[in-house]
């Protein structure tokens, strides 16, 4: 009868080593599962938070060529840029609610600094500032490019992504491109030489 019974007690504790570590490799496996979930969703609000920005910047950049500001944007009618720029507008207003429900602290205070220069430019690109210059138009335009690379910045270290962005370098005036046949003539000579 003994051995019945510590067979029986050895039968109950292997099962019940087996429940409690079967229930942590369970419970470890689906918090793996849900932090991929969470920086799947974290990935696209970012995402999509970054392309309504940066639609939001060109816009405004399109809209302020009339002016001589920004030589490089594509021209546009103000008044259809004007509605564009409503759009993407709504459209950054709802990402940046998602960033706000999915960043951390570094990232929300990025993506309420990137905020606040977007609507610099949009001022701009509205003609609501007064007395304003191109060289208004350039730094305004500089503070959005370094709140688009704090951003960035903060964006990656959430998603715990490798490695370091630098910050961007954009030379104003741009240089002039080279012509296609520049380069044509450039490969005949090496061929020939």
Do not use: H
């Not at 496996?29 to 969703?41: C, L, P, S, T």
């Not at 003609?127 to 688009?148: H, K, R």
């Amino acid at each position: 009868m003994w051995a019945q019974l510590l067979t029986l007690a050895g039968v109950l504790l292997g099962g019940s080593i087996s429940y409690v570590f079967t229930s942590r490799l369970e419970r470890a496996r689906n918090r793996r599962e849900m932090v991929i979930r969470w920086d799947i969703r974290k990935y696209e609000a970012f995402v999509e938070y970054l392309a309504a920005v940066t639609r939001m910047a060109r816009t405004c950049g399109q809209l302020v060529r009339a002016r001589g500001w920004d030589t490089l944007a594509a021209e546009v009618e103000p008044e259809a840029g004007r509605k564009v720029l409503d759009e993407f507008e709504s459209a950054r207003t709802a990402a940046y609610e998602r960033v706000v429900m999915l960043a951390d602290e570094s990232g929300i205070g990025a993506a309420s600094a990137l905020n606040v220069a977007v609507w610099k430019l949009e001022w701009f690109g509205r003609g609501v500032v007064d007395d304003c210059s191109v060289a208004d138009w350039q730094e305004a335009l500089s503070i959005y490019t370094a709140a688009l690379d704090r951003f960035q910045r903060a964006a990656r270290a959430n998603l715990v992504v490798p490695g370091e962005i630098s910050a961007r370098q954009i030379e104003r005036p741009l240089p002039a491109p080279r012509r296609a046949g520049d380069d044509i003539g450039a490969k005949q000579r090496l061929q020939e030489g």
